[in-house]
Structures are given as structure tokens and as C-alpha cells.
């Protein structure tokens, strides 16, 4: 518990003091990689994801939807990494207009499209297979979420640019991000990119942590 403790108020801190993070983190460097697929695929079919669904699991999904729908009333949402779309369940109560949702885990894709069958065929929501590091549509999105996923495609400067063309006019990137020094650091390089328009973190009694933020891309 003691180092538990510790950990956080290095990442805490690490918010604002940057040289802070780079001093402790253990791997420094390291690039960040795509996971592959067979490994989601698996955990998917074993429920290891399961847990998100409880609601001390969500507090980040929650805080997200509501920062989206106070700037974009009835959003139109592409969430890249949507697993089984989750998040569309913290969306739902803010009535978006549009919910498209990408994963390259065919379970997960599965799953999602049993669990949100009724927004499915109302036309509200589609779940799609697809490679986030590449997937493209002829449709443009108020924001593109990436929510615990953003460190697993990859660098974010081409990232972003892909999904740029895909924002309507002061769209955003909409973003969780587990709250640890690694991932705080693609979270510098993202903000280098534009404008915050949102940035708050969630603190849990058993131990999570997220940032939760919205970034109007320059």
C-alpha cells in the first residue's frame, strides 16, 4: 500500500513537472508498440474484461462522456478500441446522435454488437472490425475517442494525423489513459499537438487512476 501510495504522487506530480516522470521512469525510452491481436482475442474469450463493466471501473468513462456532451450537445463519437463498447454505455445518457465503434478483436466486435443490438439496428450505433492504426470512413466525428488505448497503436503524431480528417469542424480527440509514467509521456506529446479543452484526473479508494482529457488537434 505504501508503494501503491508512492507511485501515485510521482504520477500526480509527474502532471506538471515532466522532468519528474523521464527521472523515474524504469524504461525510459521505450517505444510504444502495437499489441497483437491474438492476445486480446483470447482475453476477450476468457471475460478477463468482464470487470469493466462494474461501475468502480467507469468513473473515466463517465467523466468522458459528460466532457463530450458539454461541449457538443448530441455528439457524433468514433471510438477507436471500443472492445465491446463500454463506453458507449457512459455515452448513452448524454443521447448521442452517433456512436461508431472500432476494435480489431473480432470477440470483442461480437460481443459489442450483441450487447448494443437494439442502438445497432435503430441506426444509432455501429461496431466494426477494424485495425485502429489504419481504419478510415467517409464520415466526419465531433471527437474520436481513445480510451486505454491510445499507448497500444503505436506513435501518437501519425495516429493523430490519420484520424484529423475524420474530425468535424473543432472536433476533438477525446482520451483515458491508465495514470502511469509511460503513458504520461505520449500524454506530453499529444498536448504538444493542440489546444486542451478538457483535463481532469480520476482517483479511485482501490487504486485507479486515469486522466481524462479532450484535445482540440492544431
Not at 523521464?22 to 499489441?35: I, Q, S, T, W
Not at 448530441?74 to 477507436?80: A, K
Not at 456512436?99 to 455501429?126: C, H
Request: net charge neutral.
Amino acid at each position: 500500500m505504501v508503494y501503491l501510495r508512492w507511485r501515485r504522487f510521482i504520477e500526480m506530480a509527474s502532471l506538471d513537472r515532466p522532468w519528474l516522470g523521464d527521472l523515474m521512469e524504469k524504461r525510459k525510452g521505450e517505444a510504444f508498440r502495437a499489441a497483437p491481436v491474438e492476445r486480446w482475442d483470447q482475453e476477450y474469450r476468457d471475460g478477463v474484461y468482464d470487470r469493466l463493466h462494474r461501475s468502480d471501473q467507469r468513473h473515466h468513462h463517465r467523466l468522458l462522456a459528460a466532457m463530450i456532451a458539454d461541449r457538443w450537445p448530441s455528439p457524433r463519437v468514433l471510438e477507436i478500441g471500443a472492445g465491446e463498447g463500454v463506453f458507449f454505455e457512459a455515452l448513452r445518457n448524454h443521447r448521442p446522435a452517433r456512436y461508431v465503434g472500432v476494435d480489431f478483436s473480432e470477440p470483442a466486435v461480437a460481443m459489442g454488437q450483441k450487447r448494443l443490438s437494439a442502438e445497432i439496428a435503430s441506426g444509432q450505433v455501429q461496431m466494426l472490425l477494424g485495425d485502429g492504426r489504419a481504419f478510415a470512413v467517409d464520415e466526419t466525428f465531433d471527437v474520436v475517442v481513445f480510451s486505454e488505448c491510445i499507448e497500444h497503436l503505436g506513435e501518437v503524431e501519425p495516429l493523430i494525423d490519420h484520424y484529423r480528417a475524420m474530425l468535424a469542424p473543432g472536433g476533438a480527440v477525446g482520451l483515458t489513459m491508465w495514470l502511469s509514467l509511460k503513458p504520461l509521456r505520449l500524454w506530453r506529446r499529444l498536448k504538444a499537438m493542440g489546444q486542451v479543452r478538457d483535463e481532469a484526473v480520476v482517483n479511485t479508494p482501490w487504486g485507479g487512476g486515469w486522466l481524462v482529457a479532450t484535445v482540440e488537434p492544431r
